[in-house]
């Protein structure tokens, strides 16, 4: 398996992080928002704090 295909790649992190970035419902919160790691056993999660 490629890196670039591997899951656990950090720049496959980045390209989702920075396509969430552009492209998505979280734009503003990834963008100028702060990151709180919380629930970290949970695969897959994003959350906002109200």
Do not use: C
Not at 10 to 37: A, D, N
């Amino acid at each position: 398996m490629s890196k670039e295909r591997d899951e656990d790649f950090v720049l496959t992190w980045y390209k989702k992080m920075i396509g969430l970035r552009l492209h998505s419902q979280w734009s503003e919160l990834i963008s100028e928002g702060t990151f709180t790691p919380a629930y970290r056993e949970e695969k897959n999660l994003i959350a906002e704090e109200a």
